[in-house]
């Protein structure tokens, strides 16, 4: 993992948000290769819901919504984590994902002396796991008591009162074993103040999923689609949620973004629905180069669900850092449509023109994360592997992301074989010329031929294309510019064409470049 972050450093995919600053927890930036291939991403995701389907419209909701919104859904209430604080660091934890830990509990008392100058006595616990010295406990209850604000002076005597081997218990922070605080609930909405006046009343939530704008604006978007059940409306958008620990790089993060399909169904259809959703998903994952046999369909138990929820499947990605949700699956009953038109009073029912009945419609979810899917194809691609150098014969280690085409931000790396040979860089030029408005090209002059193949590797641009002395062989039996550098090409003027996977060369012909490259990269 360690060398896929400092890629994307290196590389300009993924920056840490605010880094001159020292940065903000759980936001990032995409740098110029990031950029690209979230965007490819998304509007791979985008073609596949509302361009291949007929049965499936685009939707733009807006971040902020009406307070009313979040009241309805139940997020205002019941969107919220337990948390626990370490007294010492005051790092905050998810209850339910503390590490869990073994070795000897010490119960540890000491004698302090108060401002007032009394005795009293404090009491705390701290787990040394197996191996390590039980000296360390006193440690640990020394900062405990500094940070209760007793000076060295005022410590008088710590004494461990009792000991126990404990197994997997979450009742301590694993970085310095200090006994957690008690859980408490913590909302994971960022709240906001919409307006000038910071009152009750001027409230609001910056979105924490997509979803909500889609059942609020059910009715609308069913009067212009003109659309019968099923049908789904498609979104991808930012999302905001204040993670109590964000960590693993872009995997759980502040800001992110979702890719949400809310598919409305007949009611009695869901289980049928939610199995076809599973397939085309993973099928979609396979299309973007994440593996069937990588992806792991868990069928989540009820008392794990979201309460709304009548079935869910996470499909999860092993992650270098273990195996982890990249996308949720949920039948969500009517819960959603019922919901708002409670809360807002204006009717949301569907009405059946082939059974002439009224009724909710219900919803499939399939809910994606782009950045988390950005970060499995990042991994997914990743390879170093031993090769020869490709100028000098020589083994070297070659760093390679295996993008598949669709998805990768560069599609071809264009390259005169020499920069100080106009022949050559116009000729090159020119080809970038003619393929971008196509696809995103990039033109290189700088280093060796061999060093522009690797940096292309490393970036997971598919193809390279290089103009070499064979090329001017061909051109210079066709015409010639005014500055005597060849430009107009002929049928058979060919250039290398280098593959990234195989680092295997062959000859094309110029004028079948914009086709081939097309049918590759589509
Ligand atoms: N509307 C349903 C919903 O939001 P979710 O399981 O909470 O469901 C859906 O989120 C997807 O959004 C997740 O599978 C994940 O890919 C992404 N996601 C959720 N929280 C995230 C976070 N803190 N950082 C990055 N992605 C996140």
């Known amino acids: 993992m360690d060398k896929i972050v400092a890629l994307c450093k290196r590389r300009g995919f993924i920056f840490q948000s605010s880094e001159i600053y020292g940065g903000l927890n759980g936001a990032w930036d995409y740098g110029p290769l990031g950029a690209e291939l979230k965007r490819n991403l998304k509007d791979y995701w985008w073609k596949s819901m509302t361009q291949l389907r007929d049965d499936i419209v685009g939707f733009d909701g807006s971040i902020l919504m009406n307070r009313a919104v979040w009241k309805a859904s139940g997020h205002e209430a019941t969107f919220s984590d337990p948390m626990v604080e370490c007294p010492i660091s005051k790092k905050r934890f998810?209850?339910?994902?503390?590490?869990?830990?073994?070795?000897?509990?010490?119960?540890?008392?000491?004698?302090?002396?108060?401002?007032?100058?009394?005795?009293?006595?404090e009491h705390f616990q701290v787990l040394v796991p197996k191996g390590?010295?039980?000296?360390?406990?006193?440690?640990?209850?020394?900062q405990y008591l500094t940070v209760r604000g007793y000076a060295d002076t005022?410590?008088?005597?710590?004494?461990?009162?009792?000991?126990?081997?404990?197994?997997?218990?979450?009742?301590?922070?694993?970085?310095?074993?200090?006994?957690?605080?008690?859980?408490?609930?913590?909302?994971?909405?960022l709240k906001t103040y919409v307006g000038a006046v910071e009152s009750e009343d001027a409230i609001t939530y910056l979105r924490p999923e997509t979803a909500q704008a889609m059942f609020?604006?059910?009715?609308?978007?069913?009067?212009v689609a003109r659309k019968k059940l099923p049908f789904?409306?498609?979104?991808?958008?930012?999302?905001?949620?204040?993670?109590?620990?964000?960590?693993?790089?872009?995997?759980?993060?502040?800001?992110?973004?979702?890719?949400?399909?809310?598919?409305f169904i007949k009611p009695g259809t869901g289980p049928e629905w939610l199995e076809k959703?599973?397939?085309?998903?993973?099928?979609?994952?396979?299309?973007?180069?994440?593996?069937r046999a990588k992806i792991h369909v868990l069928t989540v138990p009820e008392k794990d669900r979201a309460f709304y929820s009548q079935g869910t499947y996470d499909l999860e990605y092993e992650f270098p850092f273990g195996i982890?949700?990249?996308?949720g699956i949920?039948?969500?009953?009517?819960?959603?449509?019922?919901?708002?038109?409670?809360?807002?009073?204006?009717?949301?029912?569907?009405?059946?023109?082939?059974?002439?009945?009224?009724?909710?419609?219900?919803?499939?979810?399939?809910?994606?994360?782009?950045?988390?899917?950005v970060l499995a194809i990042l991994c997914e691609a990743y390879e170093e592997e031993t090769v020869k150098d490709e100028e000098s014969g020589k083994e070297e280690t070659r760093v390679v992301l295996h993008f598949v085409p669709r998805i990768a931000p560069i599609k071809a790396g264009i390259f005169p074989l020499l920069k100080n040979k106009p022949e050559l860089t116009t000729l090159a030029r020119s080809i970038q010329k003619t393929l971008q408005p196509l696809m995103k090209v990039a033109y290189d002059e700088a280093g060796s031929i061999g060093k522009r193949y690797r940096r292309i590797d490393e970036e997971g641009t598919p193809f390279g294309i290089t103009v070499d002395f064979e090329t001017l062989e061909g051109v210079k039996e066709t015409s010639t510019s005014a500055t005597g550098a060849p430009i107009a090409v002929g049928d058979k003027d060919t250039v290398t064409l280098r593959h990234r996977d195989s680092m295997k060369q062959e000859r094309i012909a110029i004028a079948d470049l914009p086709a081939y490259l097309l049918t590759k990269v589509s």
Not at 98 to 115: D, F, N, Q, W, Y
Not at 324 to 327: A, K, P, S, Y
Not at 341 to 359: N, V, W
């Open 324 to 327: 982890q949700e990249l996308e």
């Open 94 to 121: 998810r209850a339910d994902q503390i590490e869990p830990m073994s070795g000897t509990v010490h119960h540890l008392r000491a004698a302090v002396k108060t401002k007032s100058g009394a005795i009293t006595p």
């Open 154 to 189: 005022d410590i008088l005597e710590i004494y461990s009162d009792k000991s126990e081997p404990v197994e997997n218990t979450t009742l301590f922070n694993s970085e310095n074993g200090a006994q957690l605080g008690e859980p408490k609930v913590f909302n994971l909405m």
């Open 232 to 263: 789904g409306i498609a979104q991808i958008g930012k999302a905001f949620r204040n993670e109590i620990n964000p960590r693993n790089f872009t995997f759980r993060s502040r800001e992110f973004e979702q890719m949400e399909l809310e598919f």
């Open 277 to 291: 959703w599973r397939e085309e998903r993973l099928a979609w994952y396979e299309a973007v180069g994440i593996p």
């Open 132 to 142: 390590k010295p039980v000296e360390s406990a006193q440690k640990v209850m020394r």
């Open 216 to 223: 609020v604006q059910f009715k609308n978007v069913l009067e």
């Open 330 to 373: 949920a039948h969500r009953g009517n819960y959603d449509l019922k919901q708002h038109q409670e809360h807002s009073g204006k009717p949301l029912e569907y009405f059946d023109e082939e059974t002439k009945t009224k009724y909710l419609a219900e919803v499939v979810e399939p809910s994606a994360g782009v950045d988390r899917t």
